[in-house]
């Protein structure tokens, strides 16, 4: 930080008239270690804390707020700024687009406040630092407390021998010698639940997911969440806006909260119609049980999965050994790659790692040089943030000459010591969404660091996009073998996987919407609410949503929503379907042009994945599709439009 600081108050102090080499590209060039540092501190913090760390990170998150304010409240660099934007319409297009960002920036920080405002809004910056630190490191220890632990295997009747192992693993590794313990992931819905026999077990692992942070203890949650929204609304209405959410939204394309709810509340009835028809469904198969069941919300996976055997003849114990992670992996994520890009990949063994599971891989283009690495952690472990993530080590920058170094993170259930690492269906799903990120920072090819990154819904685009090609013929043939035979998956068994793509899909969408309008309901609460109960305001607002179907529980419920309230997300959950619109219209184009080609992969590696946000992104994504998107597409895959039959690229 100090470093940064000498280098942006040389830039104020110099005598020479602004430009744009003495001030923009002066400011860009200026805390580039301090990036790499914390780039890798917040990636440990994320995937490999401990208690040393998480002190660090404490004391560190607000000096780090205070410090971001001492650049961008600088009222000498910001007359500077302003010059050079003022005198922009001589420089080239992307010099004045950055210009202009960098404007833009300043003004949304506060650069335009009174001295008093610019006092406050400093002390708000480092409180709400200091709260989304706290929250995260609540949520951490709240996740592994409140993992289940059971005194005998009858209890998990129904999970696999690998599972069962895994869960003796966790106990042993927590000093619970003869006992096994389920541990467990940020979403409400647990992966066990498909498979547990014992409703009871259901029951209590359900609720120690959606209590994990209502315990009145060190680790709840609610009145660290509270005054964070108070907080942010108190800064939108210093700034100009009516809510967080107006802030917010202001840079990204969806451009107001209205916006985003319209599309968030058009989808609901017809993914709570449908979520509805499911239960219906799985209710005929509850009552049959000896005695009646009542669908409850911890019965919904395992009904699910009884759902789709009998109506697919589909069984995830079936599908799994031919799901092995390493050929997942090389034989289906990076094979796709190389298929799509010309990309192919070495694993490095002499480089160091934070963690035993971590691999790193070298990458190399079509003329076969070495242009990035990718580190890849997929194992869950209790210093580990839940769920599922991207982020990078290094960006690629043309102007300070770094290559990019990229990272994946996963929460899979590891392997007992002997068994084979296979994982479900919905894994390797992640797996190329968690990739797709990877590739947008891998093939990003800009100058200036400030426009490598997107807004956040678009950058969840090429994400969901690189989702697909875990389903192309081509690609799944090729990764999807036995893991003791190597035979591929019969195509009996492959087609039933196919025929099954639009099941469950009402519940997973209702989840989802019900967690976005959850995001939505915090963020635009104005200057001066509070919220004293919680639990309430929650039920309120699922219920003005029309997304308050008890069987189908938010993906995310309000004490326990990283995404929102520690990881970059507040008022942003709903970037996940703004972008999923993108992605399967963009898929759909695939389609149209002759699918999993390397001239497709190249057109869009040249107009979508790197050209980072060195232009706006409607305009951006326009002239790929070569018109807006549709979300015909992303109906007909969720299973909102009257069943077609859909062309698959080939």
């Known amino acids: 930080m100090a470093r940064q600081r000498k280098e942006v108050d040389a830039i104020v102090s110099q005598t020479d008239a602004p430009t744009f080499e003495n001030t923009i590209v002066a400011l860009e060039r200026s805390g580039e270690m301090l990036t790499r540092v914390n780039n890798v501190f917040s990636a440990m913090t994320g995937a490999n804390t401990n208690d040393t760390l998480e002190k660090v990170e404490e004391a560190m998150s607000p000096k780090l707020a205070a410090h971001q304010d001492a650049i961008f409240l600088d009222a000498k660099l910001y007359a500077r700024v302003k010059a050079v934007y003022e005198a922009r319409g001589s420089l080239d297009p992307e010099a004045k687009y950055l210009t202009e960002r960098y404007r833009r920036d300043f003004v949304r920080a506060g650069a335009e406040l009174s001295d008093a405002a610019k006092t406050e809004l400093r002390a708000l910056n480092e409180e709400e630092s200091s709260l989304g630190t706290g929250f995260s490191q609540k949520l951490l220890a709240a996740t592994k407390a409140a993992a289940l632990t059971v005194g005998s295997a009858a209890e998990l009747a129904g999970l696999g021998p690998g599972d069962v192992a ?24 647990q992966p066990a639940q498909d498979s547990l026999e014992a409703r009871a077990t259901r029951e209590r ?25 108070e907080v942010r609304a108190r800064k939108a209405k210093l700034l100009g806006y009516p809510t967080w959410a107006a802030y917010v939204l202001e840079t990204e394309m969806a451009e107001t909260p209205e916006h985003a709810i319209k599309l968030l509340t058009d989808m609901a009835p017809a993914a709570v119609a449908k979520a509805q028809r499911e239960a219906a469904r799985m209710q005929k198969l509850a009552s049959r049980e000896k005695p009646p069941v009542t669908l409850a919300p911890w019965d919904w996976q395992h009904y699910s999965a009884a759902v789709k055997k009998a109506d697919f003849q589909l069984d995830d114990a079936e599908v799994r050994p031919y799901f092995e992670i390493d050929r997942v992996l090389k034989d289906g994520v990076f094979f796709a790659a190389n298929k799509l890009y010309g990309l192919t990949f070495q694993e490095r063994k002499d480089l160091p790692v934070y963690h035993p599971d971590v691999r790193v891989f070298e990458v190399y283009g079509p003329d076969k040089h070495p242009f990035g690495l990718i580190y890849v952690d997929y194992w869950k472990r209790d210093n580990k943030n839940g769920g599922a993530w991207e982020a990078s080590y290094v960006d690629q920058s043309g102007l300070r000459g770094t290559a990019p170094v990229v990272f994946n993170v996963c929460n899979f259930t590891k392997p007992a010591a002997g068994q084979p690492a296979l994982i479900t269906f919905s894994d390797v799903t992640t797996m190329f969404h968690e990739f797709g990120h990877a590739l947008h920072g891998l093939l990003a090819n800009v100058k200036y660091p400030e426009l490598a990154n997107t807004p956040r819904d678009f950058v969840e685009f090429p994400s969901q996009f690189n989702e697909h090609w875990a389903s192309e013929p081509t690609v799944f043939a090729n ?59 929650e039920a309120e607002a699922l219920h003005k949503y029309g997304v308050d179907f008890a069987l189908v529980p938010p993906r995310y419920r309000t004490t326990y929503f990283a995404h929102i309230w520690g990881g970059g997300y507040s008022a942003g959950y709903y970037a996940y379907l703004w972008s999923e619109v993108l992605s399967h219209d963009a898929y759909q184009w695939f389609v149209e042009h002759g699918g999993m080609t390397r001239e497709n992969g190249d057109r869009f590696r040249a107009m979508i994945l790197s050209r980072g946000h060195s232009e706006e992104m409607a305009p951006m994504y326009r002239a790929f599709r070569g018109r807006d998107p549709s979300v015909e597409p992303l109906l007909e895959h969720r299973g909102l439009v009257p069943d077609k039959v859909a062309p698959r690229a080939k």
């Open 205 to 229: 692992l359900f609720r120690a997911a959606t209590l994990r942070t209502e315990q009145g203890d060190a680790n709840d949650t609610r009145a660290a969440l509270t005054r964070m929204a």
């Open 479 to 537: 990764y999807a073998r036995h893991y003791k035979t190597g035979a591929p998956m019969p195509e009996a068994l492959a087609k039933k996987i196919d025929r099954a793509r639009k099941h469950n899909q009402g519940f997973e969408l209702t989840e989802y919407v019900a967690a976005a309008l959850l995001d939505m309901a915090w963020h635009t609460l104005p200057d001066g609410a509070h919220v004293p109960d919680v639990g309430g305001f």
């Open 166 to 189: 895994a869960a003796a693993e966790a106990a042993k590794a927590r000093g619970l010698d003869g006992k096994w313990v389920l541990t467990l992931q940020n979403t409400t819905q």
